[in-house]
């Protein structure tokens, strides 16, 4: 799988209707109207998410991997 920075995945979440709620520290909190969901994003620099933390969000958001 391809690696992916938290910026990066901050803008496909948005291009899926995800929207930003708030910020906290480094995590970007993002929710979607019809689910229960929220999704933390870790944007730490420019530096790319971890596979597990990935494949996670991917889960939730109900994210295509060819659109990473």
């Not at 803008?11 to 929220?38: F, P, T, V």
């Amino acid at each position: 799988m391809k690696s992916v920075s938290g910026k990066r995945l901050c803008k496909i979440l948005e291009i899926n209707g995800w929207q930003l709620k708030k910020i906290n520290g480094s995590h970007h909190i993002y929710m979607k109207h019809g689910k229960k969901e929220r999704i933390s994003i870790p944007v730490h620099a420019n530096k790319d998410i971890k596979l597990v933390i990935l494949m996670s969000i991917i889960k939730i958001a109900e994210i295509d991997t060819n659109e990473l």
